[in-house]
């Protein structure tokens, strides 16, 4: 659901009178095939705001098309895990004249998606960042794991931490989500010393120098595994 701060009685009578809009036609295009005409509309074919700034044609154009569209494979929305929110290339630039400050975030398979600009062109980019409660999660998870193999050998602890991280890089490793990859290896990293320093009375004098040895081995540093699909799919020709 689109929260916003309201709508006058100007917004409510200019948007009375205005039909279906593009985006209800793309919405419902999109569910029901090209030929599928328009969307159903109310009654003398408006669209209205309530004061709560919910759009009730985007409204109906959810509930009545894809409501129609998931039980044709036996599924439906879950009204407590689903909301219409404003997002996208346009989102900034409207909800900024309107003063609502920043478009919401989502979160989708892993990643909070977030409406950003590039900056060296200001031009509308979906910016994707790991989720951090599962970020953190996972750190949990490995320092546990650090906890119980402290006194196996070094080379194989190595070898699995390495297969951790990279694992983690394989999916996270997006545009724009340098940062919390290098996050997420400095985490660990510290777990690693700290479970170090635990193994022995000897295993106190292991200093962050002698450590950065074997994060340079073991650990790889952050790289974009999947780049953006221009990049991805460009094919250039050997000269």
Same mark, same amino acid.
């Not at 705001?49 to 998931?70: D, K, N, Y």
């Not at 340098?178 to 009375?201: D, E, G």
């Given at each position: 659901?689109? =929260?916003?701060?309201?709508?006058?009685?100007?917004? !409510?009578?200019?948007?009375?009178?205005?039909?279906?809009?593009?985006?209800?036609?793309?919405?419902?295009?999109?569910?029901?095939? %090209?030929?599928?005409?328009?969307?159903?509309?109310?009654?003398?074919?408006?669209?209205?705001? =309530?004061?709560?700034?919910?759009?009730?044609?985007?409204? +109906?154009?959810? =509930?009545?098309? !894809?409501?129609?569209?998931?039980?044709?494979?036996?599924?439906?929305?879950?009204? =407590?895990?689903?909301?219409?929110?404003?997002?996208?290339?346009?989102?900034?630039?409207?909800? &900024?004249?309107?003063?609502?400050?920043?478009?919401?975030?989502?979160?989708?398979?892993?990643?909070?998606?977030?409406? &950003?600009?590039?900056?060296?062109?200001?031009?509308?980019?979906?910016?994707?960042? #790991?989720? &951090?409660?599962?970020?953190?999660?996972?750190?949990?998870?490995?320092?546990?794991?650090?906890?119980?193999?402290?006194?196996? %050998?070094?080379?194989?602890?190595?070898?699995?931490?390495?297969?951790?991280?990279?694992?983690?890089?394989?999916?996270?490793?997006? %545009?724009? #989500?340098?940062?919390?990859? #290098?996050?997420?290896?400095?985490?660990?990293?510290?777990?690693?010393?700290?479970?170090?320093?635990?193994?022995?009375?000897?295993?106190?004098?292991?200093?962050? &120098? +002698?450590?950065?040895?074997?994060? #340079?081995?073991?650990?790889?540093?952050?790289?974009?595994?999947?780049?953006?699909?221009?990049?991805?799919?460009?094919?250039?020709?050997?000269?």
């Amino acid at each position: 659901m689109v =929260e916003g701060r309201g709508a006058d009685e100007g917004e !409510l009578d200019r948007v009375q009178h205005t039909p279906y809009t593009d985006t209800e036609g793309a919405i419902w295009r999109t569910l029901n095939g %090209p030929r599928s005409g328009k969307p159903p509309t109310q009654p003398g074919g408006s669209t209205y705001v =309530e004061p709560t700034g919910v759009s009730q044609g985007l409204e +109906r154009v959810r =509930e009545a098309a !894809l409501g129609q569209r998931m039980q044709k494979f036996g599924l439906e929305l879950n009204t =407590e895990k689903t909301r219409l929110i404003e997002f996208g290339r346009f989102a900034i630039d409207t909800r &900024a004249e309107r003063g609502d400050g920043k478009p919401e975030t989502f979160e989708f398979l892993g990643f909070t998606h977030i409406c &950003a600009r590039r900056r060296k062109d200001g031009r509308f980019v979906l910016r994707r960042k #790991n989720i &951090a409660r599962r970020c953190r999660a996972k750190v949990r998870e490995v320092t546990q794991e650090l906890k119980r193999r402290r006194h196996d %050998p070094m080379s194989e602890q190595g070898k699995w931490i390495r297969s951790v991280v990279r694992g983690y890089y394989n999916y996270y490793a997006m %545009p724009g #989500n340098t940062q919390a990859l #290098n996050r997420f290896r400095k985490q660990v990293a510290r777990a690693w010393l700290r479970a170090l320093r635990r193994r022995s009375h000897k295993g106190r004098n292991m200093t962050w &120098a +002698r450590m950065q040895k074997l994060l #340079n081995t073991w650990l790889p540093q952050p790289k974009i595994l999947h780049p953006y699909p221009n990049q991805r799919l460009c094919v250039t020709n050997p000269t």
